[in-house]
């Protein structure tokens, strides 16, 4: 049996090994598991500075570290700490530290223990040899020979471990403990010298327009020194890159950058980078089209004197190309489409300021009433206004480029035109319109009628007539300073249109069916289409004004005679048209006849010398 006191130091031999082999492979597994998390934490920092790192490579290192500690601490700790130290391996071990002991040691242990093979051997010398190996044991410390170097490395690996963590911790304080919680999965932003962000993340801009990109910026750094790049991501095409660019500080000290985007029209996500921060969301940009005029309408609602339509509105004007003309006392409705749905839209009426006559400047402003792609808005025309134009903006605020301009003029307030209708003679019952009937200057006898036939016409419509006269005694105008013989008036009654009397006819200033003793002092026309026309803007009439009640009418003497027309037009009430002055002379009879004797002797002449002219210019064979 191997002494107890042999077996008590090889048992301590075998504790300080085992400790010496456990501080050594946890130094080794440590220092391997720091340096593997501080290389998944480097490799997180690193990827982070361009985009977030992928869950999938996160999980990728988590699983590599956790594969990895648990093999080194298998390599390391618990096989060499599993491995067996048998007395007779530990009393080798001794016997070669300690030389002394002449291998007493070894042969204690392994001739005492059960079954040793002691065939020959003898008994005494076994028992001296034991007696002396207990001897030595009893005054020698076997555990004082191990290696102690192991457990000064692991101090020293440890201590080098502990070193690094602490100097990372006192470098990066905020940073090391953010990037140790993201190796176990934990949401946390990585602290960066610089924080940008996108001040818009979602925006939409006018395509086919240069775009300014702007980011909000934080940290103590010198932002003037400093730029960075931005990223484009369009739909479908190769990314881009683009410089960032200080622009201004902030009140809370922070900076703007901005990035200029050279027009385009295709969606684009985008990040940005500066210095070690980034954007951590991808902020997107869309292109939406600005809204552009399609169709201009313009319509000219008359004033109410003009007359209204059978169900009481004003009747409409339409106007070419939005372009606006009417009468002082109309308004304007003008009508637009555009190529997508506005939202928002006003007329900005324009004029010529006194100072300047070339300038035109905003007088007033009239919103228009939206309906998706259409507008419509109605206006007043007044003075001095002389063009406008169209704003309009879609649902983010987009106007149109270039606003449409149209011209808009007051149409001048002039009296009616008055034409007096050639002087005719014809048989009644004759219908013709022929040259032989003109009877232009024939004089009158005293107390005949003079027959009268004129037209007169106004876009906005005739009110009333009247015919103006007066007698010029002796056939000569006043003398000078003599006071000029005064107008007479007259007023001509309306003859309305009748199914009986037939169609108006404005050659002969009658209607159809009229008699040839019949009197149409004057007659509108009505509106050929009441629902979309307005009338009275044709008429005339055709009467016989009778002189005999003249008082003191002589051979010799003439009368002028003039039509004055009014148009419905209040401003105009007291401005009538006129027609050209016609003159007639008082004659006799036989003077009458006399002179239809000459004219028809001249118009006779007339005719021979055209007929011979047409003989000298007419070949031969043609005639």
């Given at each position: 049996?191997?002494?107890?006191?042999?077996?008590?130091?090889?048992?301590?031999?075998?504790?300080?090994?085992?400790?010496?082999?456990?501080?050594?492979?946890?130094?080794?597994?440590?220092?391997?598991?720091?340096?593997?998390?501080?290389?998944?934490?480097?490799?997180?920092?690193?990827?982070?500075?361009?985009?977030?790192?992928?869950?999938?490579?996160?999980?990728?290192?988590?699983?590599?570290?956790?594969?990895?500690?648990?093999?080194?601490?298998?390599?390391?700790?618990?096989?060499?700490?599993?491995?067996?130290?048998?007395?007779?391996?530990?009393?080798?071990?001794?016997?070669?530290?300690?030389?002394?002991?002449?291998?007493?040691?070894?042969?204690?242990?392994?001739?005492?223990?059960?079954?040793?093979?002691?065939?020959?051997?003898?008994?005494?010398?076994?028992?001296?040899?034991?007696?002396?190996?207990?001897?030595?044991?009893?005054?020698?410390?076997?555990?004082?020979?191990?290696?102690?170097?192991?457990?000064?490395?692991?101090?020293?690996?440890?201590?080098?471990?502990?070193?690094?963590?602490?100097?990372?911790?006192?470098?990066?304080?905020?940073?090391?403990?953010?990037?140790?919680?993201?190796?176990?999965?934990?949401?946390?932003?990585?602290?960066?010298?610089?924080?940008?962000?996108?001040?818009?993340?979602?925006?939409?801009?006018?395509?086919?327009?240069?775009?300014?990109?702007?980011?909000?910026?934080?940290?103590?750094?010198?932002?003037?020194?400093?730029?960075?790049?931005?990223?484009?991501?369009?739909?479908?095409?190769?990314?881009?890159?683009?410089?960032?660019?200080?622009?201004?500080?902030?009140?809370?000290?922070?900076?703007?950058?901005?990035?200029?985007?050279?027009?385009?029209?295709?969606?684009?996500?985008?990040?940005?980078?500066?210095?070690?921060?980034?954007?951590?969301?991808?902020?997107?940009?869309?292109?939406?089209?600005?809204?552009?005029?399609?169709?201009?309408?313009?319509?000219?609602?008359?004033?109410?004197?003009?007359?209204?339509?059978?169900?009481?509105?004003?009747?409409?004007?339409?106007?070419?190309?939005?372009?606006?003309?009417?009468?002082?006392?109309?308004?304007?409705?003008?009508?637009?489409?555009?190529?997508?749905?506005?939202?928002?839209?006003?007329?900005?009426?324009?004029?010529?300021?006194?100072?300047?006559?070339?300038?035109?400047?905003?007088?007033?402003?009239?919103?228009?009433?939206?309906?998706?792609?259409?507008?419509?808005?109605?206006?007043?025309?007044?003075?001095?206004?002389?063009?406008?134009?169209?704003?309009?903006?879609?649902?983010?605020?987009?106007?149109?480029?270039?606003?449409?301009?149209?011209?808009?003029?007051?149409?001048?307030?002039?009296?009616?035109?008055?034409?007096?209708?050639?002087?005719?003679?014809?048989?009644?019952?004759?219908?013709?319109?022929?040259?032989?009937?003109?009877?232009?200057?024939?004089?009158?006898?005293?107390?005949?009628?003079?027959?009268?036939?004129?037209?007169?016409?106004?876009p906005y419509g005739l009110d009333r007539a009247r015919l103006s006269y007066r007698l010029i005694k002796g056939g000569r105008a006043a003398e000078e300073g003599a006071p000029e013989v005064p107008w007479?008036?007259?007023?001509?009654?309306?003859?309305?249109?009748?199914?009986?009397?037939?169609?108006?006819?404005?050659?002969?200033?009658?209607?159809?069916?009229?008699?040839?003793?019949?009197?149409?002092?004057?007659?509108?026309?009505?509106?050929?289409?009441?629902?979309?026309?307005?009338?009275?803007t044709e008429g005339g009439g055709c009467f016989d004004f009778q002189t005999k009640p003249i008082a003191g009418v002589q051979v010799g003497d003439q009368i002028e005679v003039r039509i004055e027309v009014?148009?419905?037009?209040?401003?105009?009430?007291?401005?009538?048209?006129?027609?050209?002055?016609?003159?007639?002379?008082?004659?006799?009879h036989p003077q009458l006849m006399d002179w239809i004797l000459q004219s028809l002797k001249h118009r006779d002449r007339i005719r021979q010398l055209e007929s011979r002219q047409r003989g000298v210019f007419?070949?031969?064979?043609?005639?």
């Amino acid at each position: 049996m191997v002494p107890q006191i042999i077996l008590e130091r090889l048992a301590r031999v075998r504790a300080r090994e085992k400790a010496m082999r456990l501080a050594w492979g946890a130094a080794r597994w440590l220092a391997l598991a720091a340096g593997a998390l501080l290389l998944a934490c480097l490799v997180d920092w690193l990827v982070d500075l361009r985009t977030e790192t992928p869950s999938g490579l996160r999980t990728f290192m988590f699983v590599a570290q956790a594969i990895l500690w648990l093999a080194s601490a298998v390599v390391f700790v618990f096989r060499p700490l599993g491995a067996p130290l048998p007395d007779r391996e530990l009393a080798l071990w001794t016997e070669g530290k300690f030389p002394e002991l002449g291998h007493r040691i070894i042969t204690a242990v392994e001739l005492n223990r059960t079954g040793a093979p002691l065939e020959g051997m003898s008994v005494e010398l076994l028992a001296a040899v034991t007696r002396q190996a207990e001897e030595h044991a009893t005054r020698t410390d076997f555990a004082s020979r191990v290696d102690s170097l192991r457990l000064k490395r692991g101090a020293a690996m440890a201590a080098g471990t502990a070193a690094v963590a602490v100097l990372l911790a006192l470098a990066a304080p905020e940073t090391m403990p953010v990037l140790l919680s993201r190796q176990f999965f934990a949401e946390r932003e990585i602290p960066r010298s610089v924080a940008i962000e996108a001040e818009i993340v979602k925006q939409v801009r006018p395509s086919g327009e240069e775009v300014k990109l702007r980011f909000r910026a934080r940290g103590a750094v010198a932002f003037e020194s400093i730029a960075g790049s931005v990223r484009i991501e369009p739909a479908g095409r190769p990314d881009e890159d683009y410089p960032v660019v200080f622009e201004a500080k902030d009140q809370e000290g922070g900076a703007t950058f901005v990035a200029t985007i050279p027009p385009a029209s295709v969606d684009f996500g985008y990040r940005a980078w500066l210095r070690d921060g980034r954007t951590r969301k991808r902020a997107e940009l869309a292109y939406v089209p600005r809204p552009v005029m399609q169709k201009i309408d313009a319509w000219v609602l008359l004033p109410v004197y003009v007359g209204l339509r059978p169900d009481g509105t004003p009747y409409e004007q339409y106007r070419m190309r939005g372009e606006i003309a009417g009468p002082l006392g109309s308004s304007a409705r003008v009508a637009l489409e555009c190529q997508k749905p506005v939202v928002k839209g006003t007329i900005e009426l324009l004029g010529r300021t006194s100072g300047d006559s070339l300038v035109e400047s905003v007088l007033r402003n009239v919103d228009l009433k939206m309906d998706g792609r259409k507008a419509v808005a109605t206006f007043d025309l007044r003075v001095g206004e002389t063009a406008y134009r169209i704003l309009v903006e879609d649902e983010h605020g987009f106007g149109n480029s270039t606003p449409p301009k149209r011209g808009i003029a007051i149409v001048p307030e002039e009296p009616p035109r008055v034409l007096l209708l050639p002087e005719r003679f014809s048989m009644p019952g004759e219908a013709l319109l022929t040259d032989d009937s003109e009877v232009e200057g024939m004089p009158i006898p005293l107390g005949s009628a003079i027959r009268i036939a004129y037209y007169c016409a106004h876009p906005y419509g005739l009110d009333r007539a009247r015919l103006s006269y007066r007698l010029i005694k002796g056939g000569r105008a006043a003398e000078e300073g003599a006071p000029e013989v005064p107008w007479l008036l007259l007023p001509l009654g309306e003859v309305r249109a009748t199914v009986e009397a037939g169609p108006y006819d404005l050659r002969r200033g009658h209607f159809e069916k009229t008699g040839f003793r019949d009197q149409v002092e004057f007659h509108p026309m009505p509106s050929a289409d009441p629902e979309h026309l307005h009338g009275r803007t044709e008429g005339g009439g055709c009467f016989d004004f009778q002189t005999k009640p003249i008082a003191g009418v002589q051979v010799g003497d003439q009368i002028e005679v003039r039509i004055e027309v009014f148009a419905r037009n209040p401003a105009l009430a007291g401005v009538p048209g006129r027609s050209e002055t016609r003159v007639k002379a008082f004659v006799t009879h036989p003077q009458l006849m006399d002179w239809i004797l000459q004219s028809l002797k001249h118009r006779d002449r007339i005719r021979q010398l055209e007929s011979r002219q047409r003989g000298v210019f007419t070949p031969e064979g043609d005639r």
